[in-house]
């Protein structure tokens, strides 16, 4: 199983930017599609954006030409550039893997506030 742990959360006021971080433990993590996924109060959690093993990407509408997700096999991790941020943008952001059958289960995520 592959760990991951998400970081780069914080405090941010509406229109700033953060960067996300989520480092995978195992090696062979160019094998594997990333996602992303954000829970807010009281919702369900979210798919937000996805990136393949080779690289293809996809957003949900809501944050299209907003927020970037990019992975660097290198360094096992993947991230996910954050700007324009809103309020509505406020949850816990997760890290996991695009394939389901290879899934962790979830971790303890990275908290997003967006407030003035």
């Known amino acids: 199983q592959v760990q991951l742990v998400e970081s780069g959360g914080g405090l941010v006021q509406p229109g700033g930017s953060l960067r996300l971080s989520c480092a995978a433990s195992?090696?062979?993590?160019?094998?594997?599609?990333m996602v992303w996924y954000r829970q807010a109060p009281g919702k369900q959690r979210q798919l937000v954006a996805s990136?393949?093993?080779?690289?293809?990407?996809g957003y949900v509408d809501s944050v299209k030409g907003r927020f970037t997700i990019s992975r660097d096999n290198a360094k096992n991790t993947v991230y996910l550039q954050m700007n324009s941020l809103n309020s509505e943008d406020t949850a816990v952001y997760y890290c996991?893997?695009?394939?389901?059958?290879?899934?962790?289960?979830w971790g303890q995520g990275t908290q997003v506030t967006v407030s003035s």
């Open positions: 195992k090696t062979i993590f160019s094998n594997y599609g």
């Open positions: 996991n893997i695009l394939e389901i059958e290879y899934r962790n289960p």
């Open positions: 990136i393949t093993s080779d690289g293809r990407t």
